[in-house]
């Protein structure tokens, strides 16, 4: 039986980009990427959690952090607002 040709799925270096307050940014994806555009403090922790990832949830793993290493302030202001309300709904500790 004759081999089936072979064809090559296209590829590009360039990294996948996303629209931050209405400017489009490229979002890393790859563990040295991620990890370079992560503040100094959440490096420790992104360690972890891709040293911890399994083989069936390290894509998802890679998603959190590659999403939350793109600088987003309206998400963060937002973000920031809602832990404020909630300090406020639940009053002195």
């Known amino acids: 039986m004759p081999e089936a040709p072979r064809t ?3 590829r590009t270096d360039e990294p996948p980009r996303t629209l931050v307050g209405g400017i489009e940014v490229d979002v890393p994806n790859s563990i040295p990427a991620i990890r ?4 100094p403090e959440r490096r420790t922790e992104f360690d972890r959690a891709i040293n ?3 083989v069936d949830e390290i894509h998802a793993v890679m998603r959190h952090w ?3 290493a793109v600088p987003d302030p ?3 202001a937002i973000l920031a607002r809602l832990a404020r309300d909630e300090a406020e709904r639940r009053g002195p500790a």
């Open 66 to 68: 590659m999403l939350e």
């Open 8 to 10: 090559e799925a296209t």
């Open 36 to 39: 370079a555009a992560l503040d």
């Open 52 to 54: 911890a990832a399994g």
């Open 74 to 76: 309206e998400a963060d």
